[in-house]
């Protein structure tokens, strides 16, 4: 039985006239990784900062761990830990000058530092350049360093907003195996991210848009829900003739993915309707196949549904 740590209950946060998030109610569970997924503007950097007791509610409550981030702001901020869009190194200290800089700023004493010290260096692999300046620190290395600085306090809820942006493929999947490791040992995470690999590997994930959640469920059921088909073209010149492929009868939905397109049509369409319609277009020959919807159409779905609904 997965046990509640975090409870979100109609909340709304707007600022002046503009309305960042609305509404909102969800539950994360001890031990999930929990995804934010929406285009810039969804209101997930907002969501966070309320979270983390940087923003306060206009109206609803956020309760962790039973307190409420309103009420109990001390308690919070001691169980969790939180690395935000630019999480701010100090450049001119050394990797392990980091980490004990914001372990005094946590309180942790000495010899439990030099615990998670090891602990920390074990799993980022940052012993070898213990000595090094966070400056001088490759951007993925500088992604682990502020995650294992927020992680010295040894937080029961990690916040990540976009921890990920602008780091290389490979620094990804290394960050988000100690994400892993950490859910395994029991951690909640609630992480941001603008990925769609990313969004598969968390557990559950909340579609954003305009402040309000469109759907909130794992990943998997998400694809597995989606109604529509979905077909892969692949040949010379699609972007030139993306215009074209969307107005062919029974197109839904058209996005380009790589070199190539997927279109999202009605029901009742075949490949074979697509190849007779695409004669009709002048341009090379495409290869047209069956797919089965990514985490990415099925995202684009709901948000298209939801702006020609609005």
Not at 159 to 187: C, H, K, Q, Y
Not at 236 to 255: A, H, I, K, Y
């Amino acid at each position: 039985m997965m046990h509640t740590l975090v409870e979100l209950l109609n909340v709304t946060k707007a600022f002046g006239s503009k309305r960042a998030v609305h509404d909102l109610s969800f539950t994360v569970a001890r031990g999930e990784i929990f995804g934010l997924i929406g285009p810039d503007g969804a209101g997930k950097t907002t969501l966070l900062r309320m979270l983390v007791t940087l923003l306060r509610p206009d109206h609803g409550s956020i309760l962790i761990d039973g307190f409420d981030t309103v009420k109990d702001v001390e308690y919070i901020r001691a169980i969790i830990g939180y690395m935000p869009q630019r999480f701010s190194l100090y450049p001119d200290l050394s990797v392990e000058q980091n980490l004990r800089f914001f372990a005094d700023l946590f309180e942790v004493p000495k010899d439990l530092f030099e615990q998670r010290k090891e602990r920390l260096y074990a799993f980022s692999r940052l012993r070898p350049f213990a000595s090094r300046l966070a400056g001088k620190l490759s951007g993925g290395m500088k992604q682990k360093l502020a995650l294992s600085c927020t992680l010295v306090h040894d937080p029961i809820l990690l916040v990540l907003d976009e921890a990920t942006t602008g780091v290389d493929p490979v620094s990804r999947v290394e960050f988000w195996n100690i994400l892993d490791e950490l859910r395994a040992e029991g951690m909640s995470i609630i992480v941001s991210t603008p990925y769609m690999d990313e969004a598969l590997l968390c557990d559950r994930v909340i579609i954003m848009h305009e402040g309000s959640m469109l759907r909130c469920a794992k990943p998997t059921e998400l694809i597995a829900e989606y109604p529509w088909p979905v077909f892969a073209l692949e040949g010379s010149d699609l972007m030139m003739r993306m215009p074209s492929v969307e107005s062919l009868p029974g197109v839904r939905d058209v996005q380009a993915f790589g070199d190539g397109l997927h279109v999202t049509t009605e029901l009742d369409v075949s490949v074979s309707d697509i190849e007779h319609a695409l004669s009709r277009i002048p341009g090379d020959s495409v290869n047209i196949r069956s797919i089965q919807p990514s985490f990415e159409d099925v995202f684009i779905a709901h948000v298209y549904e939801r702006l020609h609904h609005d």
